[in-house]
């Protein structure tokens, strides 16, 4: 039975996607190489700040800290991102922005802080805004390696991948075998996957930080279900959650994996403990309308009104959740061809075209996915689970 106490309301924390992002995981671990010098303390039981446990921050000696010390405030900042990324709750991105503000009113505003605030800007799917806040920070600091590997993860979800892969070329003087990752990562999204795929494979472990490993490992498995080898991408899926257990975005890949293979008890046990969150609640809701399980009303209800909260908010993070919960857990092909069609305004990732395609084939409204159609084969998008939708008929 799932815990009342972890799904009630509208209060209930919501996972922070935008392209996933194992790159902006790997773009926080790059941080380091910005360019930034770190603050080292006078003695060992010099304390720079107490973190938090949860949500609680309002300390005022924290609060003071990070508005008069850099080395406090970003750390915290980044705390709090992580966090977001982690529990799936909001509420540590407006954290993070309390954090960042002061060192984002300063004239010139501080490079570091404008990254960080396009990460949460690019969490809250406010994309162009986040482009606009690395662009202030690029200026001021060219070379910044967190910096272009974010815009690099922006610019993919956009749909924007030439622009996305000079951005990933920036990287090759801090990190040739991250700049290669990146890089392959965007080929095999337009028109060349099978050599992106053996390239990724080809990279060697020992060049590669445990977050870029994750990454790598993430990648292949995306890679490899495109290809349609799902031995291989469910090997893959494995290597990253043993290495990087965190990656919600994995997590759900290899959801949808089991799912696609039928394999809905796998399903539930490896989304056990992650019902607080929409896309989890989602894949288990499909898992147990697949197993005709008794507690699917519930999980039905849940999500629908998690759904309305984010309506009745003005909130679209969840577009593409939504258009799928219409589809494949409600049956009203109509409404699910709606939220995928407004989805695809604001983000263009394969699994945004696939839910596109195939709600408007469910819809018997295949028009409705035209420019969608196009979009996939301007780029010469390959994906087995598209063909079925872009196949013209016999």
């Not at 995981?25 to 603050?39: E, F, I, N, R």
Request: with cysteine; proline share 5%; net charge neutral.
């Amino acid at each position: 039975m799932m815990s009342q106490s972890v799904l009630q309301g509208c209060r209930r924390p919501r996972i922070v996607r935008g392209r996933r992002a194992a790159a902006v995981v790997l773009a926080l671990a790059l941080v380091a190489t910005a360019g930034a010098t770190p603050y080292v303390p006078g003695n060992d039981a010099e304390v720079l700040a107490h973190l938090p446990a949860g949500a609680t921050h309002a300390s005022i000696q924290l609060r003071h800290q990070a508005v008069q010390r850099r080395d406090v405030a970003l750390p915290l900042a980044q705390f709090y991102v992580s966090q977001a990324r982690a529990t799936g709750d909001l509420r540590f991105l407006g954290y993070a922005e309390g954090v960042l503000a002061p060192w984002l009113q300063r004239s010139p505003p501080d490079p570091a802080a404008l990254v960080l605030q396009a990460t949460v800007l690019q969490s809250r799917h406010s994309f162009d805004a986040a482009l606009n806040e690395l662009d202030r920070a690029l200026r001021a600091r060219p070379d910044d390696a967190q910096a272009w590997v974010t815009r690099a993860t922006v610019l993919r979800v956009l749909g924007r991948y030439d622009e996305a892969e000079l951005s990933c070329e920036r990287l090759i003087a801090g990190d040739a075998a991250v700049a290669q990752l990146c890089t392959q990562s965007l080929r095999a999204l337009s028109g060349h996957l099978h050599s992106a795929y053996q390239a990724v494979r080809q990279l060697p472990q020992q060049s590669l930080s445990v977050a870029a490993r994750a990454w790598r490992y993430s990648q292949l498995g995306e890679m490899a279900q495109s290809l349609g080898d799902e031995r291989a991408a469910s090997h893959w899926f494995v290597e990253c959650l043993q290495l990087a257990p965190d990656d919600l975005y994995t997590r759900a890949a290899y959801a949808d994996l089991l799912l696609q293979q039928g394999r809905a008890v796998d399903t539930l046990e490896l989304l056990k403990g992650f019902e607080s969150m929409e896309p989890m609640l989602l894949r288990m809701a499909i898992a147990q309308r697949q197993l005709n399980d008794p507690q699917l009303p519930e999980t039905r209800a849940l999500l629908a009104n998690a759904f309305a909260v984010e309506e009745q908010r003005n909130e679209a993070v969840h577009r593409r959740e939504q258009a799928r919960f219409l589809l494949d857990v409600e049956a009203q092909p109509s409404a699910a061809l709606a939220a995928a069609r407004q989805n695809w305004q604001v983000q263009r990732e394969p699994a945004d075209l696939l839910i596109l395609l195939r709600a408007a084939h469910a819809a018997h409204q295949n028009g409705a996915a035209a420019a969608a159609a196009q979009f996939a084969n301007l780029h010469a998008i390959e994906d087995v689970r598209l063909r079925p939708y872009l196949e013209p008929a016999p």
